[in-house]
């Protein structure tokens, strides 16, 4: 069964960071793009990055580029987002995901979330 759990939200001020973490299990991690996405409350999901298998690809959504990088260790199973200068509108549930493998953007597999609450 896989599973992925996020971790690393919280509440922070406008301007600061934070770094979410996703272990997976029950896949072959190395097999599988991840990425991040995010649910602000009565918006729809929307994508935010994403990392190829082997970690040499990298893409974000234009409204995080340059803020926002996303890495990955295959040796821990674990696809990590960092945060930087955070805004009042990044503010949702974020979610990562794993693909089917050998995929780069079939998403088959989520997490449940982590909440980020950006204040003024």
């Known amino acids: 069964q896989v599973q992925l759990v996020e971790s690393g939200g919280g509440l922070v001020q406008a301007g600061g960071s934070l770094k979410l973490s996703c272990v997976a299990s029950g896949l072959t991690f190395s097999d599988s793009a991840m990425g991040w996405f995010r649910q602000a409350p009565g918006k729809d999901r929307e994508y935010v990055a994403s990392?190829?298998?082997?970690?040499?690809?990298?893409y974000y959504a234009d409204s995080v580029n340059g803020r926002f990088t996303i890495s990955r260790d295959n040796a821990k199973n674990t696809v990590y987002l960092q945060m930087d200068d955070l805004k009042l509108e990044d503010t949702a549930v974020y979610h990562c995901?794993?693909?089917?493998?050998?995929?780069?953007?079939?998403?088959?597999?989520w997490g449940r979330g982590a909440q980020v609450t950006v204040s003024s």
């Open positions: 990392i190829m298998r082997n970690g040499d690809e990298t």
């Open positions: 995901a794993a693909t089917t493998p050998y995929s780069d953007y079939d998403y088959t597999y």
